[in-house]
């Protein structure tokens, strides 16, 4: 019985056996075994909140399905993009529509902020939605705004990127991305459990408008990836 119980002892006590040892070895026994039913009790109460609440998720889910919006470019009209001496005359405006899929959510738009890229760099930022025109989305509706980008920028196209840009130029379509940072809340019945970000991007394929108004090609419209 003494050497059997030596592996457990290993490492603790390496003197002679000593017979106190099996006293309180038997009353932490039945310590042990009211724990375990304490334990036991404690077990079942936490399983069956976690499967309690799990079901609550579950059934919020099919009720209310949320759904991210639905963001996409229907126009695009650029009228200047020129790149010499290192910076980039741009003129583009964008005409989008955000659309909530959602049968029993509202959708607050707080802000917007567009930003335009060309060849990984970022070239203008304008606000689209402000606290000026922010405003609610109700369910299974379209709503439109629109973004402006205009101006001019210093930035350095290498010698890969310029040669994509005299592509670019002789095709007359400008790959152009925009991508949009959203500050969003979502409505159920009028409670607003807070505000979060949601991100789209739209790889753009946009042509130039030539100067009597003419383009190559009309602008396909693209539907932007959301996220959040
Ligand atoms: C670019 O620089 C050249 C020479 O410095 C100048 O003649 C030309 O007008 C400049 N172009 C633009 C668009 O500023
Ligand atoms: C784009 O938006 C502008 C201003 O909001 C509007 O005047 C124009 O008609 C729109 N274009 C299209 C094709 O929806
Ligand atoms: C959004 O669209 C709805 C339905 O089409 C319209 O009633 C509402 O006025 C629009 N809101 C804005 C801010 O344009
Ligand atoms: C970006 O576009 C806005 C709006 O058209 C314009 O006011 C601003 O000057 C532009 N910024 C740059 C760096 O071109
Ligand atoms: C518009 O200008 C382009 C060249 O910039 C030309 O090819 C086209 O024929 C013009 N279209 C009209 C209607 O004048």
């Not at 390496?14 to 017979?19: M, Q």
């Not at 925009?178 to 991100?199: C, E």
């Amino acid at each position: 019985m003494d050497n059997n119980k030596q592996p457990q002892l290993n490492g603790a006590y390496y003197g002679p056996a000593i017979p106190p040892v099996e006293q309180p070895h038997q009353h932490s026994h039945h310590r042990r075994g009211c724990c375990c039913c304490l334990f036991n009790i404690l077990w079942i109460i936490f399983v069956t909140i976690i499967i309690i609440v799990a079901l609550a998720i579950l059934i919020f889910y099919v009720i209310v399905q949320p759904r991210p919006f639905k963001f996409t470019v229907t126009e695009a009209k650029l009228t200047e993009f020129n790149y010499e001496n290192n910076t980039l005359c741009h003129n583009l405006v964008l005409n989008f529509t955000l659309r909530n899929p959602n049968k029993k959510l509202e959708i607050l738009y707080d802000k917007a902020e567009g930003q335009a890229f060309y060849e990984g760099t970022r070239f203008n930022t304008t606000d689209a939605i402000t606290w000026l025109n922010s405003f609610r989305q109700y369910t299974k509706t379209t709503n439109r705004t629109s973004g402006v980008f205009s101006g001019q920028q210093m930035m350095v196209l290498d010698q890969d990127q310029l040669s994509h840009f005299e592509e670019n130029k002789r095709s007359g379509i400008f790959d152009i991305d925009v991508k949009v940072y959203f500050t969003i809340r979502f409505s159920l019945n009028d409670f607003i459990p807070g505000d979060m970000k949601a991100k789209a991007k739209c790889a753009l394929e946009v042509p130039l408008s030539s100067s009597n108004g003419t383009t190559v090609a009309a602008f396909k419209l693209t539907k932007c990836d959301v996220s959040y």
